[in-house]
Structures are given as structure tokens and as C-alpha cells.
């Protein structure tokens, strides 16, 4: 499969996977599911196009494993959040703007879907590269490992302020 068709296959799998988000926050009147779903969609995406892609399978195989872990550890994180709590201000905020309308809330999901797919690019460039770079394979997986351990750690202080009512 050539890398236009995988992202087109992305993209369908995204617009169903957000449809379905939209239709979970039309129940449960939350629609924070979106980030949920985006970070897990864009982790997907990266294992999706190392797995149709035709190249190199040492970069192939550090895009999947990096970015399915990265989508899976912020999908999680948000998901504990958005099952637990109520609707993120930002997201009130679009619903009182928007008057509840749900056709407007729908495009917003589906325009997060394409998201998925335009922030896949670089995981597809990797997946179809022919080449394996041992020095910037090293260097992208230093680089992984740091920005996701500061990230978890920004996401665990900033549950324990806001869990602290002070």
C-alpha cells in the first residue's frame, strides 16, 4: 500500500472513531472524549503507518513503539480525567456559544479526525523512508524519552494541584 492509500486508511478509521466519540459525548454531554480520542488516534496512527509502510523496519518499529506507547500513557491520562470530572471549561464554552448544536460539535470532531491524519506526516516519512540512520534513531529515542517523562510529569503536578482545593 503506497502512503496516500494509508493515509486515507487513517483517515477513515479517524472520522468513525471521532463519529463514535461524538455520538458518546451527545450521551454523555462531555465532549473532553475528544482529546482522549485524538491522542489515541495519533498513537494509532503511528503504529498504522509503520505497519503499512515500505520502509526501513528498525525506524518503522521505534515509530510504533514510541508513538503507540506516547498515544496509549496521554489517552489513559486523559481518559482518567475525562470519566471522572466534568466537561472542561473549554468545551463549556463551545457548547454555550454554539447553543448545544450538535452539527457544530460533529465538525469539530471530524475536523479533530483530520488532525490525526495531517499530525501522522512525519510518523508516514519515517514509515516509507528506505534508510536507517542509527545516529538520529538514537537521537529521536533520547529525545522520546525526555519529552515524555516531562510531560507525565507535568500531567501528575498538574493533578496534584488541582486536586489540592487551596
Known amino acids: 500500500m503506497n502512503v ?9 478509521i479517524a472520522a468513525l472513531m471521532m463519529t ?6 451527545c450521551r454523555h454531554g462531555n465532549a473532553g472524549i475528544v ?3 485524538w491522542a489515541a488516534g495519533l498513537g494509532g496512527g ?6 503499512l509502510g515500505g520502509g526501513s523496519l528498525g525506524p518503522r518499529a521505534v515509530v510504533a513503539v514510541l508513538g503507540g506507547l506516547w498515544g496509549a500513557r496521554l489517552a489513559r491520562h486523559l481518559w482518567r480525567r475525562v470519566s471522572s470530572e466534568v ?10 456559544h454554539w447553543n448545544g448544536h450538535q452539527g457544530r460539535f460533529f465538525a469539530f ?8 491524519v495531517l499530525f501522522a506526516l512525519p510518523f508516514a516519512a519515517v514509515a516509507w523512508n528506505p534508510v536507517t540512520s542509527w545516529p538520529w534513531l ?17 500531567d501528575w503536578q498538574l493533578a496534584q494541584f488541582r486536586s489540592n482545593p487551596a
Open 87 to 96: 466537561e472542561d471549561g473549554r468545551y463549556r464554552h463551545l457548547r454555550a
Open 20 to 25: 463514535l466519540g461524538w455520538r458518546w459525548q
Open 46 to 51: 503511528a503504529v498504522l503507518m509503520a505497519v
Open 4 to 12: 496516500w492509500r494509508s493515509m486515507a486508511v487513517l483517515w477513515v
Open 138 to 154: 538514537v537521537s529521536s529515542i533520547c529525545i522520546w524519552i525526555v519529552s515524555v517523562t516531562g510531560e507525565a510529569v507535568a
Open 109 to 116: 470532531f471530524q475536523f479533530q479526525a483530520l488532525l490525526i
Open 35 to 37: 482529546d482522549v480520542l
